[in-house]
C-alpha cells in the first residue's frame, strides 16, 4: 500500500462548535480535489502532546436551608427522584423525643420543607425502614415507638397526594422489630433481622416476605442473625453484609439467599397461606394499647403529630426454627490490603453496579485520613478501595445518613459540621448539609449499565439465533460476524475502510513539519473493513464528519492516529456495544480487546465525546488493574483527563514498583511520562525501601492490618514492594476469605 501523505487543516468555522475535542482536526472540503486518492487523518492523537489537567473530582457539600430536621437516630432517609430526598420518624438525643414528622429535601433549592400529611398517620417512631415502591410511595415497616414497644405493622406514604394508607394484610405477621433491613424484590418486601424483645432485646435472625400484590406474609424462616445491616438484590439473590451480631461485635460478614429457583419465593401468596393471623387497621386498634402523644415544642421548631395512634409490639408466634429454604452461603473477610475496618469510623453500606460499597467516614475520633470508599465486586469478592478519605470528606464533618438514587450512580451523605453549636441551651446538631457523590467518576457504570453490559444479559439473548454459541448477545453477535470481512468474500458488504498506526511503530509513525497541521501518515497498518452505516449510526463524529462532505464521501478511506489493535477494537464496539474480555471462539474468532487495547479506546471516547464508551473502559481498567498494564492505564488516563484512574494506577506503581519497572508497558514510557510517574511520590523525602524494611517501620500493619485494631497512622515512607513480596501479598489476600 502507498504511502498516503496527507496534508490538514483546522475545523471550518461552521463545525467548529460541534468539536468534541481541542486536538481534533479534520480536513477541509478543498483538499478532497488537491488528494483525491489519499487517506483522510482523522485526528492527531493527543497521546504525543498530552495536556495537563487540575480536573480532580472531588464531591461537593450543600448546605441546606429552610426547616432542617435534627440529627435523629434510627431515622429513616430516602432519595425518591426528582432531586428530592424525604425523611420520617427518628429520636431526638437532644430533647429524648420520637417523631413522626415527614420532611422533604430540594436538592435544586436547597430548601428543607415540612411535608403536611394526611390520612391513617402513622404513630412516632425509629429504628423503621422507608422503601421506594413503584416511583411513587414509600412503605415504612416496623421500629419502635416512645415507650420502646417493638412494631410490625406497614404503612404507605403517597408521595404525589401526602396521605398515608394503611392496607389490610393476611397470614402471619413477623415479629415487631427495629433496626432491621428490607428491600423489595419481585413485587415482595423482604425483612431480615433486626432487634425484638419484650423485656430484654434479641437480635432476630429470621427472613420473611410480604406480598404486595396480594398483601400477605410469608412464614418467618431462620437465616442470620444481624441488626444494624445492610441487604441488597443482585443476581437473583438476597445478601446482607455488615451490622452487629448476637457477640455485639460489628462484623464484616457477607451472607447471601438463592431466591431464583426456590418455589417458596416464586409466585404470589394466597391469603390463608401458612398460620394464617390477620388483623385489619381497625383491629389492630382495638386488639392494642392506643394513646396520644403530647404536643411539645422542639428545638426544630415543629411539633409531633397529635393525632397519632401507639401500638405497642404484639404477641406472636414463637421463633420460628425453620432454615429459609434455598443455598445459603457466607464468606468472612479475615484480611485484605482494602478491607475496611467496620469497627473504625462509621460505616455506610450501599449496592450499586454489582459492587458492595463501603463508606467508611470520619467519627469523633477518626480523621478523614483513616477514611475511604470501598468496593465489594460481588462476582469476584474482591475488595477495592476506589478512594481515600482525605479526597472525600471533609475533616470538619460528620455524616449520618446515606442514600442513593435507584440507578446507583449518585449519592448523597446527610450531615453537619463538627464545630456545630450545642452549647447554647435548646441548641443541636441538624441534618444541614449534603455530600453529593458521583459515583461515575469513581469508575462505577450504575446498576442499568452494569446490567447491560453483562455477557449474559437475559434482556437481549432472544434478538438473534444464528449466534446462539457467541459470547455476545442479541444482534451485536450478528455484526460481530460481518466485521473486518474484505469486501472480496462476497457476503460482508464492507464499503469502508479504516487504518491505524502499526503497532510495532505507533511512537514513530507520525511526524509533524514546522507546520503543527501537516503530518505525514509514514507507515499505516493493514486495513480495517468496515460498514459506513455502522460507522454513521454509532459514532457522532464520525457522522458529522461524512455529513459534511469532507474527503472521506470521495475516497471511502479514514485514518485515524492510534495503535492498529486500539483502533479495531474500538470499531469493533461499534459492532457490538461490548468491550468484554471472553476468549476467541470459533463463533467468535474476533480476539478480545486486552487492557492496553481498553486504555486507548479510553483515550478515544476522550477525544470523540462518547461518555458511555468512557464509563465502559474507566470501569473495567479500574478492576483489571494489573503489574503488566499499570504504567500503561496510567499513561492513557492522563492523557483521557480521567484524574481518578490515573490516581489509582499511580498508587498502584508505586506498591507494585519493583515489578512494574520490568514490564513491557513500563519500558514503552517516553521520557517525560517516566519522569512524571516517577514524580508521583506523595513526599519529596519518600524512597523506596524493601519488605522486611517496611514490615519493620510498621508498613504492613498501617496497610494489610485487619478489622481487629485501630488503624495506624500512614507512615512518610513511600514503600515499594519486591517481586516476591507482592507475590506474598496476593496470596494473603487469597487467603483472607473463610467460604462457609
Not at 51 to 69: E, N
Not at 105 to 111: E, G, I, P, S, Y
Request: glycine share 8%; with cysteine.
Amino acid at each position: 500500500m502507498d504511502r498516503p501523505p496527507t496534508s490538514i487543516s483546522p475545523y471550518p468555522a461552521s463545525s467548529a462548535t460541534t468539536a468534541p475535542h481541542p486536538q481534533a482536526l479534520l480536513a477541509s472540503p478543498s483538499s478532497a480535489s488537491a488528494q483525491p486518492n489519499t487517506s483522510n487523518l482523522m485526528s492527531i492523537s493527543p497521546s504525543r502532546a498530552r495536556k495537563s489537567s487540575d480536573d480532580t473530582y472531588r464531591p461537593k457539600i450543600i448546605t441546606t436551608v429552610g426547616a432542617k430536621p435534627a440529627c435523629l437516630v434510627n431515622a429513616s432517609v430516602t432519595y425518591v427522584g426528582n432531586d428530592q430526598i424525604y425523611a420520617f420518624g427518628g429520636f431526638d438525643q437532644y430533647t429524648d423525643e420520637v417523631y413522626n414528622h415527614v420532611l422533604r429535601l430540594n436538592l435544586v433549592t436547597r430548601q428543607w420543607n415540612l411535608v403536611d400529611n394526611y390520612g391513617d398517620i402513622p404513630g412516632v417512631r425509629m429504628g423503621h425502614t422507608t422503601t421506594l415502591w413503584k416511583g411513587d410511595k414509600l412503605l415504612v415497616f416496623g421500629g419502635e415507638n416512645e415507650h420502646r414497644s417493638y412494631l410490625f405493622d406497614v404503612i404507605i406514604f403517597n408521595l404525589k397526594t401526602a396521605t398515608w394508607q394503611q392496607p389490610e394484610l393476611n397470614g402471619p405477621a413477623p415479629k415487631g422489630r427495629a433496626r432491621h433491613s428490607a428491600v423489595i424484590y419481585d413485587d415482595k418486601l423482604f425483612i431480615t433481622g433486626g432487634m425484638a424483645g419484650e423485656e430484654t432485646s434479641h437480635v432476630l435472625d429470621d427472613i420473611c416476605y410480604l406480598d404486595l400484590k396480594t398483601w400477605t406474609w410469608s412464614k418467618s424462616y431462620r437465616f442470620v442473625s444481624r441488626y444494624d445491616h445492610s441487604s441488597w438484590i443482585y443476581n437473583g439473590r438476597i445478601w446482607v453484609y455488615g451490622g452487629i451480631g448476637e457477640d455485639m461485635e460489628r462484623t464484616s460478614e457477607i451472607w447471601w439467599l438463592d431466591l431464583e429457583g426456590t418455589p417458596a419465593y416464586e409466585g404470589p401468596l394466597s391469603y390463608g397461606t401458612g398460620n394464617r393471623w390477620m388483623l385489619s387497621p381497625r383491629a389492630q386498634r382495638h386488639r392494642f394499647s392506643q394513646g396520644l402523644l403530647q404536643s411539645a415544642s422542639s428545638t426544630t421548631g415543629y411539633a409531633a403529630n397529635s393525632s397519632s395512634v401507639q401500638t405497642s409490639a404484639a404477641q406472636v408466634p414463637s421463633r420460628n426454627s425453620t432454615v429459609a429454604p434455598g443455598t445459603i452461603s457466607s464468606l468472612r473477610f479475615v484480611s485484605s490490603p482494602h478491607l475496611p475496618a467496620q469497627n473504625v469510623g462509621t460505616h455506610f453500606h450501599v449496592f450499586s453496579s454489582g459492587s458492595l460499597l463501603d463508606f467508611a467516614t470520619p467519627a469523633s475520633f477518626v480523621s478523614s485520613y483513616e477514611t475511604s470508599l470501598s468496593s465489594l465486586d460481588l462476582d469476584t469478592m474482591r475488595w477495592q478501595k476506589l478512594a481515600d478519605g482525605k479526597d472525600l470528606f471533609s475533616p470538619n464533618y460528620r455524616w449520618q445518613y446515606c442514600t442513593m438514587n435507584e440507578d446507583g450512580t449518585q449519592a448523597w451523605l446527610l450531615g453537619c459540621p463538627t464545630d456545630a453549636n450545642t452549647t447554647v441551651e435548646g441548641a443541636g446538631e441538624y441534618l444541614s448539609d449534603v455530600l453529593s457523590v458521583d459515583l461515575r467518576k469513581l469508575g462505577l457504570l450504575g446498576n442499568n449499565l452494569t446490567m447491560e453490559s453483562r455477557l449474559d444479559n437475559p434482556r437481549m439473548s432472544i434478538s438473534s439465533d444464528s449466534n446462539i454459541r457467541s459470547h455476545l448477545s442479541g444482534i451485536g453477535a450478528d455484526f460481530a460476524r460481518a466485521f473486518d470481512q474484505p469486501p472480496e468474500n462476497g457476503s460482508s458488504g464492507a464499503d469502508f475502510v479504516v487504518t491505524a498506526e502499526r503497532d510495532d511503530d505507533f511512537a514513530d509513525d507520525i511526524t509533524m513539519d514546522g507546520d503543527a497541521h501537516n503530518i505525514v501518515v509514514a507507515n499505516p497498518s493493514k486495513p480495517i473493513h468496515v460498514h459506513r452505516l455502522i460507522l454513521t449510526t454509532r459514532w457522532p463524529h464520525f457522522a458529522r464528519l461524512y455529513a459534511s462532505g469532507m474527503l472521506e464521501y470521495q475516497n471511502k478511506k479514514l485514518h485515524l492516529p492510534e495503535p492498529y489493535s486500539a483502533v479495531r477494537s474500538f470499531l469493533y464496539y461499534l459492532y457490538t456495544d461490548s468491550i468484554a474480555t471472553p476468549p476467541p471462539t470459533p463463533a467468535n474468532p474476533q480476539p478480545s480487546p486486552t487492557l492496553a487495547d481498553v486504555a486507548g479506546m479510553l483515550v478515544m471516547s476522550n477525544i470523540y465525546d462518547m461518555p458511555r464508551l468512557r464509563l465502559l473502559c474507566v470501569n473495567r481498567l479500574g478492576k483489571e488493574l494489573d503489574v503488566e498494564h499499570a504504567a500503561i492505564i496510567w499513561e492513557r488516563a492522563g492523557t483521557a483527563n480521567e484524574e481518578w484512574l490515573r490516581q489509582r494506577a499511580a498508587t498502584f506503581c508505586m506498591l507494585h514498583w519493583g515489578r512494574v519497572v520490568r514490564t513491557e508497558g513500563f519500558r514503552t514510557l517516553g521520557r517525560k511520562s517516566l519522569m512524571e510517574l516517577c514524580e508521583e511520590t506523595a513526599d519529596a523525602e519518600g524512597r523506596v525501601v524493601g519488605g522486611d524494611e517496611l514490615e519493620a517501620v510498621g508498613g504492613f500493619g498501617a496497610r494489610f492490618g485487619s478489622e481487629g485494631g485501630h488503624s495506624r497512622k500512614r507512615s512518610s515512607v513511600a514503600g515499594a514492594l519486591t517481586g516476591d513480596e507482592a507475590d506474598g501479598e496476593e496470596d494473603g489476600e487469597d487467603e483472607g476469605m473463610d467460604v462457609n
